[in-house]
């Protein structure tokens, strides 16, 4: 057996990170709004004024249908916390985008008409936000650069950096026809989109490093502490966190079988 030696490498130290399952119910999620670039219509009824509207619901609709769910963007910012420095809130806010059908009696999409084109779904979206902290430790004032980024003179902002990842599915999708809303047109809406969805998101605090390293595989963080109390849905809240998602193996990992077999984290893959 080979001689052994540390190495000192330039690494993305990770300070501090958790994990969060959230069950997202519809109060804590943005009202449903258009991503389509212009109008849409059923009939007469204008359903949505364009991009980042709010979609009403289509005189008729008895059910709604989505697809394609997905997360398309993640924001974050990061503010220090002034009465302990080694600390930061961290701010996320998660999208999502998804395409939205609107179904009649007899279960048959409604013909949409958006930008002039008539079609059976529109491209719709809704956002969540969330507050953590972490800790990032204290760093000292320097100018970090190198030729790894573009371009070579740019200088990398104060850390500590924020890193998201994240994992959503689509638990439930309803409408609500109890609400008495109006539309900002002044038609009468006859309900509300309601959404729940399940969250599966690891947030770290990292600052860039020299480091004398030996692998002991993947670090697994402990559960966030929340800013905000939430009320979690039971079902979503136990199952398992998938780790595999957010791992992806290893050579010697694969070969030797440590891990799962494909098939077990095709569930959790991105389309």
Known sequence: MGRRDDECIIALKVYDQCR????????????VFSLESGECVVGDQIIAAGRGSIINLPVGT???????????????DRKQD????????????????????????DGCPIAITCDGVERDAMEAGTAFKKTVKL?????????????????????????????????????????????????????????????????????????????????????EPEECDEVASVDPCSIFENMDFPFDIFNPPQKNDARCGRRGSGSDRDDYDED
């Open 20 to 31: 969060q399952q959230d069950c997202l119910t519809p109060e804590m999620l943005d009202r």
């Open 62 to 76: 008895v059910d709604i249908a989505v697809k394609d769910f997905k997360i398309s963007k993640i924001e974050t």
């Open 82 to 105: 002034v009465f302990n420095p080694d600390y930061y809130f961290v701010h996320v806010k998660y999208f999502f985008k998804f395409k939205l059908s609107f179904l009649d009696g």
């Open 135 to 219: 800790y990032g430790s204290e760093g000292s004032d320097i100018a970090i650069s190198s030729n790894l980024f573009a371009p070579e003179s740019h200088v990398l902002e104060a850390a500590p950096y924020v890193l998201v990842e994240a994992k959503a599915m689509l638990l439930d999708a309803q409408i609500d026809t109890n609400d008495g809303l109006t539309c900002e047109c002044g038609e009468e809406a006859i309900g509300e989109i309601n959404l729940t969805i399940g969250l599966f998101t690891i947030i770290k605090l990292y600052r860039l490093v020299n480091l004398l390293v030996e692998s002991s595989g993947f670090c």
